[in-house]
């Protein structure tokens, strides 16, 4: 009974060689070198596409990881800011334009240049620019004083107004020191 559920081996050895299979010994050594050619080309071809990307592509991907980390090789290192010589006007109060005296804005001021000259005529004509400061603020509305966006402008508003009262040169940034509205 058992000699009848097994194949004869001629069978086999024939049956293999009609449909150009090679015999059953051979055929483990051939799964293992088909599994690792399969394995190599799984493994090594990605690689050997990465490189070629690389190699032919190496431009685009460095100015594309440039891009993407927000630095930039060809740019120079920026320089340090060179801060001048400061002073600072203190202690106005203002009401803003349309609060009826029922709102203020308490402010200290700022101002840099890079001449010393420039520094001590500001000491002189300090009556004349707080005057100007008073009345540049005191014309901006609540709305206008709160934005911080507008602070800006407002900076540079009071700048140039200083800079045209001054003669021996400029100021070069102005700085709010303290700004409380209330």
Not at 37 to 54: D, K, R
Not at 84 to 111: C, D, H, K, S, W
């Amino acid at each position: 009974m058992a000699e009848r559920n097994q194949p004869l081996p001629e069978a086999t050895d024939a049956a293999s060689s009609v449909a150009g299979l090679p015999a059953a010994e051979e055929t483990p050594t051939k799964r293992r070198w088909l599994s690792r050619l399969l394995l190599a080309v799984l493994t090594l071809g990605p690689t050997g596409v990465g490189a070629w990307v690389s190699y032919f592509y190496y431009p685009t991907l460095l100015q594309a990881t440039t891009w993407f980390s927000g630095t930039n090789p060809d740019k120079t290192e920026e320089k340090p800011i060179q801060y001048g010589q400061f002073t600072e006007l203190q202690g106005f109060i203002v009401n803003p334009a349309g609060t009826n005296g029922t709102r203020y804005l308490m402010v200290n001021i700022g101002l840099e240049s890079s001449k010393a000259a420039v520094l001590e005529e500001v000491k002189e004509k300090e009556v004349v620019l707080r005057d100007i400061v008073l009345k540049l603020l005191s014309q901006r509305t609540v709305e206008e004083l709160a934005d911080i966006q507008l602070r800006t402008p407002i900076k540079e508003a009071l700048r140039d107004t200083i800079n045209s009262v001054l003669r021996k040169g400029k100021i070069d940034r102005l700085y709010f020191t303290q700004y409380v509205l209330q």
